[in-house]
T-cell receptor, first 117, second 114 residues
Framework: AQKITQTQPGMFVQEKEAVTLDCTYDTSDPSYGLFWYKQPSSGEMIFLIYQGSYDQQNATEGRYSLNFQKARKSANLVISASQLGDSAMYFCAMRDDRGGGSEKLVFGKGTKLTVNP | KAGVTQTPRYLIKTRGQQVTLSCSPISGHRSVSWYQQTPGQGLQFLFEYFSETQRNKGNFPGRFSGRQFSNSRSEMNVSTLELGDSALYLC?????????????FGSGTRLTVV
């Protein structure tokens, strides 16, 4: 069974600094996708970045980058130059990409990020 | 392009009642997935519909059911509500083909059972 572990319940960072949010995963499937989502207090889940298990390079999207270490089964999110608007819950999620076509996501418990001015 | 629309946004129900939540996906999207979010259990997968067929189902009791219509809109129903069903219910829509794109979520329906 797939499992996502986010060990940091809360993180604090100063505005304009970089922060790393940890995510480790457990799966026996060779093909999977990893996602990061942001959830502000309004409740909506906002997609940030995706990494496929066969991707050779780490994914980047603007200020977000994913530090993918396949052997360690980790997919940490790095946010550069933090902004006050980055304060939110952040969720790491995995999708099993074996046959069947299902797009079910398995989520971690999340990390609450607070950006201080 | 309109996003994913979930209605209602808030709902208060009494134990034992039933409730129906609605999710209208992005135009052209054929897949809708439902998730339950609670402080204790986090985000848990309920079910997924693609082209009116249930493609996957999570580990929830039979009181939770869903369906998808020909226009891809989806509804989920919870019968005989329990206090523990109080949660934020989120739906996500997609084209239905796995890719490197992220799934678009609605703002959710916050259900309170009293």
């Amino acid at each position: 069974a797939q499992k996502i572990t986010q060990t940091q319940p809360g993180m604090f960072v100063q505005e304009k600094e970089a922060v790393t949010l940890d995510c480790t995963y457990d799966t026996s499937d060779p093909s999977y996708g990893l996602f990061w989502y942001k959830q502000p207090s309004s409740g909506e889940m906002i997609f940030l970045i995706y990494q496929g298990s066969y991707d050779q390079q780490n994914a980047t999207e603007g200020r977000y980058s994913l530090n993918f270490q396949k052997a360690r089964k980790s997919a940490n999110l790095v946010i550069s130059a933090s902004q006050l608007g980055d304060s939110a819950m952040y969720f790491c999620a995995m999708r099993d990409d074996r046959g069947g076509g299902s797009e079910k996501l398995v989520f971690g418990k999340g990390t609450k990020l607070t950006v201080n001015p | 392009k309109a996003g994913v629309t979930q209605t209602p946004r808030y709902l208060i129900k009494t134990r034992g009642q039933q409730v129906t939540l609605s999710c209208s996906p992005i135009s052209g999207h054929r897949s809708v997935s439902w998730y339950q979010q609670t402080p204790g259990q986090g985000l848990q997968f309920l079910f997924e519909y693609f082209s009116e067929t249930q493609r996957n189902k999570g580990n929830f009791p039979g009181r939770f059911s869903g369906r998808q219509f020909s226009n891809s809109r989806s509804e989920m129903n919870v019968s005989t509500l329990e206090l523990g069903d109080s949660a934020l219910y989120l739906c996500a829509s997609s084209l239905g083909v796995r890719g490197s794109y992220g799934y678009t979520f609605g703002s959710g329906t916050r259900l309170t059972v009293v």
